[in-house]
T-cell receptor, first 109, second 113 residues
């Protein structure tokens, strides 16, 4: 099945810093999503991005399907950005999202 | 436009009891997915359902776990004779059709004592 690897596993930032989170995957992609799980456990949709680049405020994402990776950029980080960021890809059967292990981000003021 | 609604948010069961978790998908979504998240881990797929049909249950434990999505009403994840290892957060997601963007509920945190 599809393998999804995220890096780094942990990231500690000062408020205002920029960061790049990476998601590598082992197979072609039809559906790739980025999620933020906040400290209360809620999963928030960030991007649906099987290819190309999207931006939403301080966040942007790029997926290069031919090279099997996706990047999530966070600029001018804030303490509310803390939490776990997951990348997830749809399996070949189209029936399930396969999640990476996540990147845990801690932003301090 | 209400999101995916799960209830209860927290559920405590004694070993051997049954747990029933409910999920109402977003309006217009007929595809429901259940995931389990153990502490400090990512989400693991359990089952994918469309109205009245189980499409993929490859992630479901073979015993004690079942899921349904009836024609009317919410999807139900049922865990019989719960054990301590079932303690986890259970998330439901929905999408309008296969392969489209999925949206998650707030989860049900099951604690087995």
């Amino acid at each position: 099945g599809i393998q999804v690897e995220q890096s780094p596993p942990d990231l500690i930032l000062q408020e205002g810093a920029n960061s790049t989170l990476r998601c590598n995957f082992s197979d072609s992609v039809n559906n790739l999503q980025w999620f933020h799980q906040n400290p209360w456990g809620q999963l928030i949709n960030l991007f649906y991005i099987p290819s190309g680049t999207k931006q939403n405020g301080r966040l942007s994402a790029t997926t290069v399907a031919t090279e099997r990776y996706s990047l999530l950029y966070i600029s001018s980080s804030q303490t509310t950005d803390s939490g776990v960021y997951f990348c997830a890809l749809l399996n070949q059967a189209g029936t399930a999202l396969i999640f990476g292990k996540g990147t845990t981000l801690s932003v301090s003021s | 436009n209400a999101g995916v609604m799960q209830n209860p948010r927290h559920l405590v069961r004694r070993r051997g009891q049954e747990a029933r978790l409910r999920c109402s998908p977003m309006k217009g979504h007929s595809h429901v997915y259940w995931y389990r998240q153990l502490p400090e881990e990512g989400l693991k797929f359990m089952v994918y359902l469309q109205k009245e049909n189980i499409i993929d249950e490859s992630g479901m434990p073979k015993e004690r776990f079942s899921a349904e999505f009836p024609k009317e009403g919410p999807s139900i994840l049922r865990i019989q004779q719960v054990v301590r290892g079932d303690s986890a957060a259970y998330f439901c997601a929905s999408s309008p059709w296969t392969g489209d963007e999925a949206f998650f509920g707030q989860g049900t945190r099951l604690t087995v004592v």
